[in-house]
């Protein structure tokens, strides 16, 4: 796995990674999942907002993305069908930096968004990934000495990006829930959590009703909404909005 890359020279950038590198699960292995990786939404938003995350140094330093979808691929051919999107979203970014990137991707499809043969490799994916963890986590948050570190078994953390229509949000969900969350021989206090696009429905009713299907596989506290990207040519994939957050 790649070390994160040092933060750019702007202060904020600086800044919000110092910060970033004192909380806790910045030591924790993450895995982020992108549910329809291979539509438009997610090439042109959200893995160029995964690529400026991880160019300043905001990615914790064990971390994968599976990217999720209908579409048959092999990993080495999805990586080269999202590439020239990240190398136009990050200009400044060599192709190593990029490539680098693009190794911590990983691609899987399913015949629908609610298939739990295909839920289950996920989840396998990920236990893989997480039991190879073994990280050094600063004696500030082991509470030792503060000059020393130690190795440790760490929490693990999962974030679900949905980048697929608000009809299959609830399928979707639940599934995660059914085949997902057991993480045997992980530390305690990881967490899960889904990021949704909003708003979602045809109208207030149908809103009503897909919020309280989410809400019976996840609770608020683990549901991120925010606003879909605006369709303006003007707007950068790497926007304040959207990486903030994923």
């Known amino acids: 796995m790649p070390p994160p890359i040092s933060p750019g020279n702007s202060p904020d950038s600086s800044a919000i990674s110092s910060i970033v590198k004192n909380e806790p699960w910045y030591y924790s292995p993450l895995t982020i999942t992108i549910i329809g990786a291979s539509g438009d939404l997610a090439k042109k938003k959200t893995y160029p907002s995964l690529l400026s995350l991880y160019l300043t140094g905001l990615l914790p330093p064990h971390f994968r993305v599976f990217g999720y979808a209908r579409s048959p691929s092999s990993d080495e051919a999805f990586r080269a069908k999202i590439r020239p999107f990240l190398v136009k ?23 629908s968004y609610g298939d739990e043969p295909a839920f289950s490799r996920l989840h396998a994916e990920h236990l893989a990934f997480e039991s190879s963890a073994v990280t050094a986590v600063p004696a500030r948050h082991a509470g030792e000495n503060p000059h020393r570190a130690q190795l440790s078994r760490p929490s ?41 696009e909003k708003p979602f429905g045809r109208d ?8 309280e299907a989410l809400a ?31």
Not at 217 to 246: N, W
């Open 89 to 111: 979203s990050s200009k400044s970014a060599s192709p190593s930096l990029v490539d680098s990137f693009l190794a911590s991707c990983f691609y899987l499809s399913g015949p």
């Open 216 to 246: 019976g596989s996840f609770s608020v506290s683990r549901t991120q909404r925010f606003p879909p990207p605006a369709r303006k040519k003007s707007e950068g994939a790497g926007s304040p909005s959207r990486t903030s957050a994923l």
């Open 156 to 196: 693990v953390n999962r974030l679900w990006y949905f980048a697929v229509p608000s009809t299959v949000f609830a399928l979707a969900a639940s599934r995660i829930r059914e085949l997902c969350m057991r993480r045997p021989g992980a530390a305690e206090g990881g967490w899960t959590r889904i990021i949704v």
């Open 204 to 211: 207030s009713g149908s809103c009503e009703a897909l919020t």
